[in-house]
């Protein structure tokens, strides 16, 4: 469980990013994040992260207060291109943070092959990521961190810079991982619709510095399909009232959270046994 209580933020200018923001993320939940821009997301990402030292707060993981880069974590960013060695072929790239896991090369090549097929791209290894198309390096950024086996992957606007086409693609790969490798996942996004679509909960941030303006169950069928699950009429009225959220609407006092029903008759339905 990641556990982020009273997490406060000021950046050596002064700038306070985030201020007395509580979070808590249960094992194998897929929470996207969403707020205005420049509210703090990516700064909060990167404190779970820990590429940066929080100014003030607690963060844990496991109960472990996060110092440094846990071990079990990998990140997925947007831009692709800087997050790839282009002097490495796709399998060796994949397969780097695997040396941090303490495999043989052996492994490491089995494995880096095995993220590749997961993600649709079998044949990719030789190649360099210079030699494919944007999609297909994102891809090969999110074969990577699967490769890994984290517990948590963070993923800040990952599919930012693709064409909507292969967007849509991605976001349907990020739901079949999750319902296979069962991690946890938090997703930070621009795209409202996106964050209710792949999300089992999503969280808006409020205005710059960052705390938790509201917090929203996603009531829908855990399968979901890009035209079906968008037709719903709860997708299409949270998907709106996420949007006044962002725009710094309040919830209205005593409302049942759009989608609650649903999501309760998917907790009844998932404890009878088999899960979609
Ligand atoms: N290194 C830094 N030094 C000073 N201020 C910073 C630094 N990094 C970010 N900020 C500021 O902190 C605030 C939050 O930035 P952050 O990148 O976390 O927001 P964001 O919500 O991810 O933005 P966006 O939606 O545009 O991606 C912004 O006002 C930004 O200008």
Same mark, same amino acid.
């Given at each position: 469980?990641?556990?982020?209580? &009273? ?17 808590? *993320? ?9 707020? /205005?821009?420049?509210? &703090?997301?990516?700064? +909060? ?17 496991? &109960?472990?207060?996060? =110092? &440094? ?5 990998? *990140? ?9 060695? @282009?002097?490495?072929? *796709?399998?060796? =790239? ?12 052996? %492994? ?31 891809? *090969? ?6 490769? !890994?086996? /984290? ?7 990952? !599919? ?9 693609? +991605? ?9 296979? %490798? ?5 997703? $930070?996004?621009?795209?409202?619709? %996106? ?9 808006? +941030? =409020? ?9 929203? @169950? ?16 709860? !997708?299409?009225? +949270? ?6 959220? $962002?725009?710094?609407?309040?919830? %209205? ?12 008759? =998917? ?10």
């Amino acid at each position: 469980m990641l556990q982020i209580t &009273g997490l406060t933020h000021s950046y050596a200018d002064g700038h306070k990013a985030i201020d007395g923001l509580d979070l808590t *993320v249960p094992d194998g939940q897929l929470l996207s994040i969403v707020g /205005p821009s420049g509210c &703090g997301k990516s700064t +909060l990402l990167r404190a779970i992260a820990g590429l940066i030292r929080p100014t003030g707060g607690r963060i844990t993981l496991d &109960g472990k207060p996060i =110092n &440094g880069v846990p071990d079990d974590l990998a *990140v997925v960013f947007q831009d692709y291109s800087r997050s790839l060695f @282009p002097w490495l072929t *796709v399998r060796d =790239n994949v397969a780097l943070p695997l040396r941090r896991r303490g495999k043989s090369r052996a %492994e490491r090549r089995a494995a880096a092959q095995e993220a590749l097929e997961s993600v649709g791209l079998p044949d990719a290894g030789r190649k360099y990521p210079w030699q494919l198309s944007g999609g297909m390096q994102q891809r *090969v950024s999110i074969a990577r961190a699967l490769a !890994f086996r /984290p517990s948590l992957m963070l993923m800040d606007e990952p !599919f930012g810079s693709v064409d909507a086409q292969t967007r849509e693609d +991605l976001e349907d790969l990020v739901l079949q991982v999750h319902r296979t %490798e069962k991690m946890t996942i938090l997703l $930070v996004t621009h795209d409202i619709d %996106e964050s209710v679509y792949v999300g089992d909960r999503v969280v808006v +941030l =409020n205005k710059s510095p960052a705390r938790v303006h509201a917090d929203l @169950p996603v009531g829908l069928p855990s399968v979901r399909d890009q035209i079906d699950t968008r037709s719903l009429p709860e !997708f299409i009225q +949270l998907r709106a009232e996420i949007g006044r959220l $962002v725009r710094g609407g309040a919830r %209205e006092p005593g409302a049942e959270p759009v989608g609650a029903q649903a999501a309760a008759a =998917n907790d009844v339905k998932d404890s009878g046994g088999e899960s979609a």
